[in-house]
């Protein structure tokens, strides 16, 4: 599919109301209306000025006013500017309204007009745009499907209940020794128990048999189509389209949601893509569902470990390393002996103790700052001693980490040196260096030294 052209786009555009169509229909807002006010104000002052021989610079009034119309001129622009983003790169949203046009199922952009070709202006692809009646055809049908689903639910638990009544009205029989067959016991732990009594011509039996077997063979189907999208996404993921294995996971727990290998391949892939925030997010699937369904995480070990190992992954990112070392402990605990976990839960120890250092270390220079700032202030007599010994470099040496420029290439000479001498003299000097924001191209990150 070709880009699409911004002079082309541009072009679609519904034209600008004009101030002279707004006053001929009778609407002015409240902007424009003191805008007038202000400039009659303005005459008016200036007319006086001119009567009453005080306003003589008539350049500087000329200058003023070709600068307020400068100014005018900007606000127009900018005005325009970003009516021309609005409607080129439209406004997010699911398509639930009805005041747009055209909405891109990939993006979740909702356009107001008719787009050349109809692109979408983000992501430059026509395949998945939708019109307004076609989102809405989809939203309705999804709907339709949840209420059926609802009311076949609805209809189970109130059969359910009536059958729960009808046993509590029935009571206990008088024919059967209950006090025997609570000591009866089978003869092997595999007894076979044969075939179950049914009632096979009650029809209210057949039609529930009938929707219990619809329903089982609805869950295998929408299970093999859950695992083919999680197929494809494996191939995209080979291809290194993380993006795509994203798609073809989502549309994979669209059929079911409780397959744990879709939520821990859709964070790998969130992680190659940097969305550490939705890594967790999916990680957390598995980790909550293992632990109210299954009472733990034994029973799936394998995924809740993958879920561990990649929601550590993801927080590491965040610099959340107290969380990070959480997770890797259980996950070691799962697998004891997997040694990826172990080394990365000591070095995630290791970047803990160090971020706690730094910690430290900001708020010891920070406190006799705040001692300083307190001081009384007021003329203060200092008697200085000059001495031939000492050297420009002794100065330097005395200088704070704190009070160095931020970017080594403000450095002299001399202060390169007495900065290279306080690394490799004191650890605390070394900490503070790498754990130092913003300046530099930091981009107020901190930096972290290799161990």
Avoid at 249 to 263: I, Q, S, V
Avoid at 334 to 347: M, S, Y
Avoid at 389 to 409: F, K, Q, R, Y
């Amino acid at each position: 599919m070709a880009p699409v052209d911004e002079a082309e786009a541009l072009a679609v555009l519904p034209p600008l109301p004009q101030p002279a169509d707004i006053r001929a229909n009778g609407r002015c807002d409240q902007r424009e209306l003191d805008e007038w006010v202000q400039n009659v104000d303005d005459v008016s002052a200036q007319i006086k000025g001119i009567i009453d021989g005080t306003l003589t610079d008539f350049e500087a009034l000329d200058h003023n006013m070709a600068i307020k119309e400068r100014a005018k001129q900007i606000r127009h622009e900018e005005l325009l500017q970003k009516r021309n983003r609005f409607f080129l790169y439209g406004n997010e949203g699911k398509g639930e309204g009805t005041k747009y046009k055209w909405w891109c199922k990939r993006c979740f952009v909702e356009y107001l007009i008719d787009l050349p070709q109809n692109t979408c202006t983000r992501c430059k692809q026509a395949d998945k745009m939708m019109t307004q009646q076609e989102r809405r055809d989809e939203l309705m049908g999804k709907l339709e499907d949840y209420k059926k689903v609802r009311s076949s639910h609805q209809w189970r638990k109130d059969k359910w209940i009536r059958w729960k009544k009808s046993q509590a009205l029935l009571g206990r029989s008088r024919n059967i020794n209950y006090k025997a067959w609570e000591y009866w016991e089978p003869d092997t732990d595999t007894e076979d128990e044969g075939d179950p009594i049914v009632p096979r011509d009650n029809p209210e039996f057949l039609a529930m048999e009938a929707d219990i077997k619809d329903r089982h063979k609805k869950a295998a189907e929408k299970s093999k189509t859950s695992e083919k999208c999680r197929e494809r996404g494996n191939q995209c993921m080979k291809d290194g389209d993380f993006v795509g294995a994203i798609e073809h996971y989502e549309e994979g727990l669209e059929y079911k949601r409780d397959n744990k290998a879709l939520w821990t391949n859709k964070a790998l892939a969130e992680l190659k893509v940097f969305r550490w925030h939705d890594a967790v997010a999916s990680c957390n699937k598995v980790i909550e569902y293992s632990e109210i369904f299954e009472d733990g995480f034994k029973r799936s070990s394998d995924a809740c470990f993958k879920a561990f190992m990649r929601r550590a992954a993801a927080l590491r990112a965040l610099h959340r390393w107290a969380e990070a070392v959480e997770d890797l402990e259980d996950a070691v605990k799962l697998f004891p002996k997997d040694k990826e976990a172990r080394d990365l839960l000591e070095k995630t120890k290791a970047a803990l103790r160090e971020a706690d250092q730094v910690q430290s270390l900001q708020a010891a220079d920070a406190t006799p700052a705040a001692s300083e700032e307190a001081a009384p202030q007021g003329p203060v007599r200092i008697e200085i001693e000059e001495s031939e010994d000492e050297s420009d470099d002794d100065g330097a040496n005395g200088a704070s980490l704190s009070a160095a420029p931020s970017s080594l290439a403000g450095l002299s000479r001399s202060e390169f040196r007495s900065l290279l001498a306080r690394l490799g003299r004191e650890e605390s000097e070394r900490v503070l260096f790498c754990a130092r924001r913003g300046g530099g191209g930091g981009g107020g990150r901190a930096v972290r030294c290799p161990a």
